[in-house]
Structure formats: structure tokens, C-alpha cells
């Protein structure tokens, strides 16, 4: 019993301190206000990120009762070791949104929904303008092999010359954003499916 205790204090001791690191409970992103109707930042607003927090948060915590279990019943009933990589897995999505979240936050995206024109910014200085139409040399989608508590991960990986853009899948749940996710519905692009669908 007292194993499942230390491993319960460790996994939640590890959670807190990504969640602080990454900054999750404060998700005010400072954004610039475009004066244009045909101008959307492509963006996945607060109040959406912590719903994709709390239903990941919930697929974590069945993994880790999950877990919990399969250590309690594994000192009598080595057969129980079977369920580990399901507990494994559960777990894991909480990394696979951290990787997702950080990723839309260290970039700011704007489209324009008439010139096909879109310009990014990237928290390190960079920046990329490009034709959403005449640029893009390559799509290609990677998702995960299932939803999770309703949550479906999953990346566009956007080539251009000059540099592959990502879009986590987080960007797809915005309304806003629909016209610009509604175009690149129109190009060809090869799926591919991952366990682990990390940027």
C-alpha cells in the first residue's frame, strides 16, 4: 500500500509542476486586435484550452486509478501487468497537450480570408508571410489513434520553402477559426495516425 501512496504523491508532485512551468493556469496571452473583418488570428482562446485541460485531466486521472490498481493487484496477480500500457498511455496525454498548448502559444497567426495571405510570428523574433494558396508545398495530417474523453489530438504539419508551420488540432475547437481550417480541407494531404501524436 504504501508503494501506491509514493507513486500517487510522484505523479501528482510531476503534474503540478509542468502544469506551473508551462504556465497553465494563466493562460492571458497578451493578443493583438486586428481592425479587419477579414482578418482572423488564428488562435485557441482560454476558456477552450482549459476545457482541453480538464477533459485531459480526467483521461489522466483514470489512468492513474488505472495504474494504482494494476500495482495493487500485480503483488498478488502478475497477469495484471498487462493492463500497464493502458495506464501508460492514459498518462502520457497529458504530455502530448503540453506539447500542443506550448506550441500554439509560442506562435501568433493571422489570416487573411481574401487574399489567402497569412502571417506568423513566433515568440523567438521570427516571422513568416506566405500565400496560403501559391505557398504551401506540402500538407500533411498526423492524429491520434482515438479520442480521448471527447478530446481528439492531432497536428497539421504545413510546408511552405522556407519552413514546415504546425497547427494542433486544439485550433480547430475555436469557431473563429473555421474559414481558415475550412481551406486547408480543400488540399490534398497524406494522414497519418500515431499513438503519440507529439510536435
Known amino acids: 500500500m504504501g508503494k501506491i501512496i509514493i507513486i500517487g504523491i510522484l505523479l501528482a508532485v510531476l503534474i503540478y509542476f509542468t502544469l506551473r512551468r ?23 482562446p482560454t476558456q477552450l484550452l482549459k476545457r482541453g485541460l480538464k477533459r485531459t485531466l480526467y483521461t489522466v486521472g483514470s489512468g492513474l486509478v488505472l495504474l494504482i490498481l494494476i500495482v495493487a493487484l500485480a503483488a498478488k496477480f502478475k497477469i495484471a501487468l498487462i493492463m ?25 497567426i493571422h489570416y487573411d480570408s481574401e487574399t489567402q495571405d497569412v502571417h506568423i510570428e513566433w515568440i523567438n523574433g521570427k516571422s513568416l508571410e506566405f500565400n496560403l494558396l501559391k505557398d504551401v508545398t506540402e500538407l500533411k495530417e498526423v492524429r491520434a489513434v482515438q479520442k480521448n474523453n471527447g478530446l481528439h489530438m492531432g497536428y497539421y504539419q504545413l510546408s511552405t520553402n522556407t519552413k514546415v508551420i504546425y497547427l494542433p488540432y486544439l485550433l480547430q475547437e475555436n469557431p473563429v477559426n473555421k474559414p481558415f481550417f475550412d481551406k486547408l480541407q480543400l488540399f490534398n494531404r497524406s494522414i497519418e495516425t500515431k499513438l503519440f501524436p507529439i510536435i
Not at 498518462?91 to 498548448?101: D, R, T
Open 84 to 108: 500497464l500500457p493502458i495506464s501508460i498511455y492514459l498518462i502520457a496525454q497529458f504530455f502530448v497537450l503540453n506539447n500542443h498548448v506550448k506550441t500554439i502559444r509560442d506562435q501568433q
Open 22 to 44: 508551462l504556465n497553465f493556469f494563466n493562460f492571458n496571452k497578451p493578443s493583438q486586435r486586428i481592425n479587419s473583418s477579414r482578418v482572423i488570428e488564428v488562435t485557441a
